[in-house]
């Protein structure tokens, strides 16, 4: 079980830019799937992006239609840290973010994108005016 702590969240204007940070504690971090889920007022929530380990140094990135081009998905691992850098935010992308990690090395991108997922943390507010 991994405890995972975000950050970097806050209000921005339409067009611009945040770059969200999750830090994690507890287990082995590098081999740990991770991804960012947001969820807006009175709606579910819902995949954004992930990074999956496949094994060795080799990682893959997925991200929901709604964000590619626009969002990007990093990791560092010696500082156990997984990034969300969001450019070119619209007022749709209003949301509480929430980073969540999984141990499992067998778990899918379909589980994934499910929410099937074994850790989150708190949420961060991002909040786009226009």
């Known amino acids: 079980q991994v405890q995972l702590v975000e950050s970097g969240g806050g209000l921005v204007q339409a067009g611009g830019s945040l770059r969200l940070s999750c830090a994690a504690s507890?287990?082995?971090?590098?081999?740990?799937?991770m991804g960012w889920f947001r969820q807006a007022p009175g709606k579910e929530r819902k995949f954004v992006a992930s990074?999956?380990?496949?094994?060795?140094?080799?990682?893959?990135?997925n991200y929901a239609d709604s964000v590619k081009g626009r969002f990007t998905i990093s990791r560092d691992n010696a500082k156990n840290t997984v990034y969300l850098q969001m450019n070119s935010l619209k007022v749709e992308d209003t949301a509480v973010y929430y980073c969540?990690?999984?141990?499992?090395?067998?778990?899918?991108?379909?589980?994934?994108?499910?929410?099937?997922?074994?850790?989150w943390g708190q949420g961060t507010q991002v909040t786009v005016s226009s």
């Open positions: 969540a990690g999984d141990s499992r090395p067998s778990i899918t991108t379909a589980q994934l994108m499910a929410g099937d997922v074994g850790d």
């Open positions: 507890g287990g082995t971090f590098s081999r740990y799937t």
């Open positions: 990074i999956r380990w496949i094994g060795g140094s080799t990682y893959v990135a």
